[in-house]
């Protein structure tokens, strides 16, 4: 209500609404009318002219505040239901602009205290004051101190408004600077005066407009350092008694509640005004951004704490899923406080605090109630009223007050703490006893264990010792039978050594017995080659066709004696010299025939020394020249190359076949392996002999490539001496 209203209202009760009776009365009409209609008339007319003078007697709220003297001394007057608010969006609006009566610039009512909620620009409040002219001088003070930005605009009478600076009434806040602006002076006037407050802060815009006198206030700041005091000597004793706990019990619930006490202690000092004289040693900029990373802090350290204290993952495993989300969207929320932006998450972490906070309330009375876990009564009293005390203070956050409350709550919350310091105290303390007791009824468990343990221990072995002498009785006797079976074994594998024996000299003796006809076979067929007519194609056919049987029964000979010579475990090379490998290569060159030579390239590299049988190492490299040549076409070219890399020798030989298929690679190697399908005539032991030729030299045979243009077979051996290392480049 404004003063114009007023004043309309008291023109309506005593001027012309209210005299217009009398023309009515005096003009009634006459007894000839209607009688019923006379009277429904004029009882009418009175009720409306009782009613107004009602009215005009019943009590208004007046819009400015009258204060009296004592007020201000026990307690605070409140200027609720004495605001009018404006919301400037754009934050740009001055006090001329907003006491000019532009259209824009609205006031608005409001019946309690200051619930404005998350606001990007700046709220104006309005309201009036009068004293009595002997009164002192008065504090005003905003019961919330978390509004970063607050000015006064006390009027002069004259139309123009000055700024009132914050006062300091206690000697700790007498410094040059503070983050939070939370009393002003103001002189007691009879005539009543019209004030502006301009508010503006990245957190909530939610507070009381209080009025003290000064005696009252310092009372006042008296009560709230002695609170304070007793809270921070609480949480400091409790923090130390939890860690004490924790190197005790080994329980990380321990160290999780001391730093859940730190932050409700840091809680408590920003609510009560207390953040610029504590953290003095922090500029007022980094204690506005402190404040937003301990509430999400606070949020998070909570949320685990309470899982935990409830068990909720013992209950529930989706019970526990929630409260890390829960954790996690607040410590997203805590990042944005870190860099400075708390303003664009405050409403969200307080409306998430509302959510957990019945979430948690909802589980506790399941336990209680449904699953009757009496355990867990004492914490949830503990924690019940800080609880219920923070919900409302999220919803005034948010800019709801359903409760109608006019007051602050910052003090309930410390007193609530402290309970719930005491309580929760308790609750640790009786934990921790329990705990005790499980460990002490835990050890005398495992002493009786033990004990049960040693007699049935002792019974064991008397058992196992009977046992024992049974099975030694039973073991000397399998002794004897395996000595007698080792003998005999010794003799089967005395005759198998003589067998083998008598093989590989039978073996030896049919190869060389072998070897003289090849030979004359061999040279009859160069005779016969050399005395045909060269008109005589038939004859060299045949010639040619003898020679590659002649060759490949001497390969097949050489490869039986080769695998013969390793099979033989243990046997060592037979003869071991140095040697450069081109040498190897010079020989190979030269046994070839005519076709071969006319099909084969060999490019030979620097001095490769290596150390090994130069026998093996011919018929493993002839093996794969041989391969190469036979499993290629008639006119394909075949080229032999040698070089080094990284200390070691290769050769790599190089054939413009089909390659051999991805499937098939890995078994090759295999002894008497045969591809399926092929035509080509083998026995299957050239590479698994030239492969085991080169790993008894401390080398290795691969296929270093192999498609549908050809195959490459890369043998290698260490080298002896190093020597330079060029780039093998494979050829497709």
């Known amino acids: 209500?404004?003063?114009?209203?007023?004043?309309?209202?008291?023109?309506?009760?005593?001027?012309?609404?209210?005299?217009?009776?009398?023309?009515?009365?005096?003009?009634?009409?006459?007894?000839?009318?209607?009688?019923?209609?006379?009277?429904?008339?004029?009882?009418?007319?009175?009720?409306?002219?009782?009613?107004?003078?009602?009215?005009?007697?019943?009590?208004?709220?007046?819009?400015?505040?009258?204060l009296k003297p004592g007020d201000g001394i026990r307690a605070p007057v409140s200027l609720s239901g004495h605001l009018a608010v404006f919301y400037d969006s754009s934050g740009a609006l001055t006090i001329d602009d907003v006491v000019s009566g532009r259209p824009d610039v609205r006031f608005t009512p409001i019946p309690s205290m200051l619930t404005q909620g998350y606001r990007k620009g700046a709220v104006w409040v309005r309201f009036s004051l009068s004293a009595p002219a002997d009164s002192g001088p008065w504090l005003l003070q905003i019961e919330r101190p978390l509004i970063e930005q607050a000015t006064l605009y006390i009027s002069d009478g004259a139309g123009h408004f000055a700024v009132s600076p914050p006062g300091y009434i206690d000697p700790w806040n007498k410094r040059d600077a503070r983050a939070?602006?939370?009393?002003?002076?103001?002189?007691?006037?009879?005539?009543?005066?019209?004030?502006?407050?301009?508010?503006?802060?990245?957190?909530?815009?939610?507070?009381?407009?209080?009025?003290?006198?000064?005696?009252?206030?310092?009372?006042?700041?008296?009560?709230?350092?002695?609170?304070?005091?007793?809270?921070?000597?609480?949480?400091?004793?409790?923090?130390?008694?939890?860690?004490?706990?924790?190197?005790?019990?080994?329980?990380?619930?321990?160290?999780?509640?001391?730093?859940?006490?730190?932050?409700?202690?840091?809680?408590?000092?920003?609510?009560?005004?207390?953040?610029?004289?504590?953290?003095?040693?922090?500029?007022?900029?980094?204690?506005?951004?402190?404040?937003?990373?301990?509430?999400c802090l606070y949020s998070v350290v909570m949320a685990l704490f309470l899982g935990q204290l409830f068990e909720f993952r013992r209950h529930s495993i989706w019970a526990w899923r929630i409260i890390q989300v829960i954790a996690l969207l607040n410590g997203i929320a805590l990042i944005f406080a870190l860099i400075g932006r708390y303003g664009d998450v405050g409403l969200f972490v307080s409306g998430l605090q509302q959510l957990f906070f019945i979430y948690i309330a909802s589980v506790v009375l399941y336990l209680l109630i449904v699953r009757r876990q009496y355990q867990y009564l004492l914490s949830a009293i503990a924690f019940g009223s800080v609880v219920v005390v923070l919900l409302v203070m999220q919803l005034q956050y948010t800019g709801a007050n359903p409760l109608r409350i006019d007051s602050s709550l910052a003090r309930v919350l410390a007193v609530g703490t402290l309970i719930h310091t005491v309580l929760l105290s308790a609750a640790v303390a009786k934990r921790a006893q329990l705990a005790e007791r499980s460990l002490s009824e835990e050890k005398d468990r495992a002493i009786a264990v033990s004990r049960l343990a040693e007699r049935e221990l002792a019974i064991r072995v008397r058992e196992r010792t009977a046992e024992l002498a049974e099975s030694n009785a039973s073991l000397e006797e399998e002794v004897d039978r395996r000595y007698h079976l080792e003998t005999k074994l010794r003799q089967s594998l005395d005759s198998v050594n003589d067998a083998l024996a008598q093989q590989r000299d039978f073996l030896a003796l049919v190869t060389h017995e072998f070897r003289g006809p090849l030979a004359v076979i061999a040279t009859a067929v160069d005779n016969l080659a050399l005395s045909a007519a060269e008109s005589s194609d038939d004859v060299q056919v045949r010639a040619a066709k003898i020679r590659r049987t002649v060759n490949r029964m001497s390969m097949l000979i050489e490869n039986v004696l080769a695998g013969d010579r390793l099979d033989a475990a243990g046997k060592p090379l037979a003869v071991v010299e140095t040697f450069d490998l081109n040498e190897i290569l010079r020989v190979e060159q030269a046994a070839l025939d005519d076709d071969a030579i006319r099909r084969v390239t060999f490019i030979p590299g620097d001095e490769a020394r290596v150390r090994g049988d130069r026998y093996l190492l011919e018929i493993a490299l002839q093996n794969l020249i041989q391969n190469a040549l036979k499993y290629s076409a008639a006119t394909d070219p075949v080229a032999v190359r040698l070089s080094m890399d990284q200390g070691m020798a290769l050769v790599s030989v190089i054939d413009r076949g089909a390659g051999v298929p991805p499937e098939e690679q890995a078994f090759i190697f295999l002894k008497y392996y045969r591809a399926a399908g092929q035509r080509v005539k083998g026995s299957g032991l050239g590479l698994y002999i030239s492969r085991e030729i080169a790993r008894q030299h401390g080398g290795e045979l691969v296929i270093a490539a192999s498609d549908v243009n050809g195959s490459t077979f890369r043998f290698s051996l260490p080298l002896t001496e190093p020597g330079p290392m060029p780039v093998d480049p494979v050829m497709g």
């Open 1 to 66: 209500m404004d003063k114009g209203w007023q004043s309309r209202n008291r023109e309506f009760c005593g001027g012309r609404p209210v005299g217009s009776i009398s023309p009515g009365l005096s003009s009634l009409p006459t007894v000839n009318g209607p009688p019923m209609r006379q009277l429904c008339y004029l009882r009418m007319r009175l009720i409306f002219a009782l009613s107004m003078m009602l009215a005009c007697l019943l009590p208004q709220t007046p819009w400015a505040l009258s």
């Open 180 to 295: 939070y602006p939370a009393l002003f002076p103001i002189l007691g006037t009879t005539a009543e005066r019209e004030y502006y407050f301009r508010l503006q802060s990245s957190t909530s815009i939610t507070s009381a407009l209080n009025v003290w006198s000064k005696d009252g206030f310092e009372q006042y700041i008296r009560n709230g350092n002695w609170l304070i005091g007793i809270l921070i000597g609480a949480i400091g004793a409790m923090i130390i008694a939890n860690l004490l706990y924790a190197l005790w019990l080994r329980d990380p619930i321990y160290p999780l509640y001391a730093v859940l006490l730190f932050i409700s202690g840091l809680i408590s000092i920003f609510h009560m005004g207390y953040a610029s004289e504590i953290l003095h040693f922090l500029k007022p900029q980094q204690i506005h951004r402190s404040w937003g990373a301990i509430v």
